[in-house]
């Protein structure tokens, strides 16, 4: 960096201060300094009646520099609070002009200013700490709250939502909004301030936003109960409460410095580690190892998908709300009408709950068109195939879309455990076949596990990861493998709830201990949301094959439980009745003493002894083996690190982001205990739970899989 990251030019009788610290204009210690300095010169100069803070490029900050945090900050550099305070004491107007995302530590120094006009378009604010699980650290819990009042900042910042402009006004975070330049637009209404004699708004000194809640105690003390089911166990949301809450109850200093203190005191916690690991493991699962950076992704401007059920409606959803056309393929028209309605429900429903306009609705409908003819995507340029799991019929329509697509087309299927590398080796075009593995609901969960074959092309992984993107989703790279990375990992964490079950747990009990870890649902109530014949079927179809191939019932241990449950009709939600029992209409599973006498029948049969079960057993014996299933996925190459197994169980299953994913979780506990306790169950317990030879070297060498 040569040129000074912040400069001050006169505009008349208005300093222009501007931040100029590319590629973001982070407000690292250089800036800070640099700023802290023109802000007092601009004070100090007799020409100057008003200051502009703006910032170069595509927004005004990207806030505090993350790097820099958990690091003593250093001593020649003020700290932001610093620079705002003198900022906001200043005796000049100031007015912040906002532009682009305006988030975290940008939106504090916003703040400090007097006034704050931004961009009409494209602009963001919003203080989203609480999602790297610290709160504000540079005034935004005590000047929020003063700018537009307790609730909406509560509502703000517990939840890290970033709003568009005319929200911002409508809620008075802004007081301007300017069209076309907003250096300019800012310039404008200083002028005016100094025109009208208007002086400086500090922050510190409104307290009328404050009067409603000073008036109703419990509006903090439900809120906090609130958000306390909300977090899961997540500290951050809470701190803010407790940050927002000075500010009704000490003096502004007071409460600054009481929001600095938490602010320390999180920062260096074991909880913001696993939430900044988190963020960088996103950005860095969107890095494929061996794909250089200049190998070009294809543009997507027609989709395909066929098969228009549960999967393929989802998916043509993602598409049309990426603004890519997209057209279905099913097998009868009549088909072809029930998937066309999937879609069109899901929309009308987020109409119903104002997540969308009509008219957005109609145009997005509109780029979705239905056909039962292959002809009719031969023009497309990703196909996403969502049928049946059936591999001799996923074999045949493979055929026939290659046969039909234009050459160029990438040919992608959607199947959760079959083998990519035998549906490729059906085309002459093995090079564009690759694995897009969505998951349920597919307009919703933002995981998509991409599957590389083993003849997959460069360039087909490279579109296939911008399409993804594209989609709004974390797209991870893995190799195939039975159910790739995280069903297979899954399967290793069900079978052991299952388990459990037969040794003396319920599924109550099992489901509230891993809720209580801090996962959204236990596994028995997934279950019930998925269906239970989903996975019957699977296993059904599986043993089926076994002895088709003339070998015998697979010898390891097995739970017939959810497969009795899955016989007497009961198939979860859908049914009304499956692990639990549905009230009408409710999704609130009810334990039912059917299920319990069915459990206890099963250990009976099975002469295990039922006795007491804690919640420490049931997360390690639930939690260690899926860990010990990553390291053999690690191991084997099927997930390029241990951070992409982190985004696939942060993004698919819910796997608590404060605890940075199950990879980041057992380096945090340390290998050894986690090989120590899976050693112990393997002796217990033969089947399925070998330890992985990767987590015992790391184990023994004291290593972490965060370097593997
Ligand atoms: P589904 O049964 O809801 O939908 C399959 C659709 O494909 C049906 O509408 C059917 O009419 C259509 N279809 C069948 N053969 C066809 C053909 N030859 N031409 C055109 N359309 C045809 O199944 P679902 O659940 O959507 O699963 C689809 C795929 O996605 C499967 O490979 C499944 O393993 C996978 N998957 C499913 C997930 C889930 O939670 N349901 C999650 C992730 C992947």
Not at 303 to 321: E, S
Not at 380 to 389: S, W
Not at 421 to 450: K, Q, Y
Not at 631 to 652: C, M, N, P
């Amino acid at each position: 960096m040569g040129a000074e990251p912040v400069t001050r030019t006169g505009r008349g009788r208005i300093a222009l201060v501007m931040i100029d610290n590319p590629p973001v204009n982070s407000l690292g210690a250089a800036v800070r300094r640099a700023l802290d300095r023109e802000v007092a010169a601009a004070l100090d100069d007799p020409n100057t009646a008003a200051i502009v803070i703006a910032g170069k490029g595509r927004m005004l900050s990207g806030g505090a520099d993350i790097r820099e945090f958990g690091k003593p900050p250093p001593a020649d550099a003020p700290i932001l609070p610093q620079v705002i305070d003198r900022i906001e004491r200043g005796t000049k107007p100031v007015v912040a002009a906002i532009h682009g995302t305006a988030a975290g530590g940008a939106l504090e120094l916003a703040l400090g200013a007097h006034y704050r006009v931004a961009a009409t378009e494209n602009t963001r604010v919003g203080l989203p700490e609480v999602t790297l699980g610290i709160v504000p650290g540079a005034g935004g819990t005590q000047r929020l709250p003063r700018t537009i009042g307790v609730k909406p900042a509560l509502e703000m910042m517990t939840s890290g939502e970033l709003i568009a402009s005319k929200r911002a006004l409508a809620l008075g975070i802004v007081d301007a909004l300017v069209e076309g330049d907003v250096v300019d637009g800012a310039v404008r209404f200083a002028e005016r301030l100094v025109a009208e004699g208007k002086g400086p708004r500090r922050t510190r000194e409104r307290e009328d936003k404050l009067a409603e809640a000073r008036a109703n105690p419990n509006l903090v003390a439900e809120f906090r109960q609130q958000i306390k089911r909300s977090a899961r166990g997540q500290e951050s949301p809470g701190a803010v409460v407790d940050c927002v809450e000075a500010a009704l109850t000490k003096t502004f200093d007071e409460a600054l410095a009481f929001e600095r203190a938490t602010f320390q005191r999180l920062v260096g916690s074991d909880q913001a580690k696993a939430l900044r690991h988190a963020f960088f493991a996103e950005r860095e699962a969107a890095r494929v190892k061996d794909l250089p950076e200049d190998i070009p992704a294809a543009p997507v401007g027609r989709a395909a998908v066929m098969g228009c059920g549960t999967m393929g409606a989802g998916i043509a959803i993602c598409f049309a709300n990426a603004d890519i056309p997209v057209r279905v393929l099913e097998s009868s028209p009549e088909l072809l009408d029930k998937g066309l309605a999937r879609i069109r429900q899901t929309y009308a429903g987020m109409v119903e709950r104002k997540r969308l306009s009509q008219d957005e609705m109609d145009k997005r409908m509109a780029l979705v068109a239905g056909t039962t003819a292959m002809a009719d995507i031969a023009d497309a340029d990703f196909v996403i195939e969502a049928i049946f799991e059936d591999m001799a019929l996923k074999k045949e329509v493979f055929r026939k879309l290659d046969a039909a697509c234009r050459p160029a087309a990438i040919l992608a299927t959607n199947t959760s455990s079959l083998d990519v590398n035998e549906i490729a080796a059906a085309t002459r075009r093995p090079d564009r076949v690759i694995g897009t593995h969505f998951f349920s609901p597919a307009n919703i969960m933002r995981l998509v596990e991409t599957v590389r074959g083993k003849a997959t092309s460069r360039e087909t992984i490279a579109t296939s990861m911008a399409l993804a993107k594209k989609l709004g989703k974390v797209g991870v790279l893995v190799g195939v493998c039975d159910s790739f990375v995280g069903n297979r990992m899954y399967y290793a964490y069900g079978r052991q709830a299952d388990f459990l079950i037969e040794e003396g747990a319920l599924p109550q009990q099992v489901d509230k201990a891993i809720q209580d870890f801090g996962f959204p649902m236990g596994p028995f109530a997934t279950r019930d949301l998925a269906g239970i014949d989903v996975g019957y079927r699977i296993r059904q179809q599986r043993a089926a094959q076994r002895k088709a191939q003339g070998l015998p019932p697979d010898p390891r241990r097995y739970s017939p439980i959810a497969d009795r449950i899955a016989e007497m009709g009961r198939y979860g939600q859908k049914t009304g009745q499956g692990w639990y029992r549905y009230e009408k209409g409710a999704r609130a599973p009810v334990p039912d003493p059917e299920i319990e006498k069915l459990i206890v029948a099963v250990s009976q049969e099975k002469g295990i002894q039922r006795r007491p079960v804690t919640d420490q057993e049931i997360i390690e014996r639930c939690l260690y083996p899926l860990v010990n299933e990553g390291a053999k996925i690690l191991e084997e190459g099927i997930a390029q690190r241990a951070s992409d197994i982190d985004v696939v169980w942060l993004y698919g299953y819910g796997f608590p982001r404060w605890r940075g994913g199950p990879m980041f979780w057992a380096d945090q506990i340390g290998l050894a205990k986690v090989y120590d306790a899976m050693c112990r169950l393997y002796e217990r317990d033969r089947d399925w739970l070998e330890p992985a030879p990767l987590l015992a070297r790391l184990a023994k060498s004291g290593g972490k899989f965060a370097e593997v």
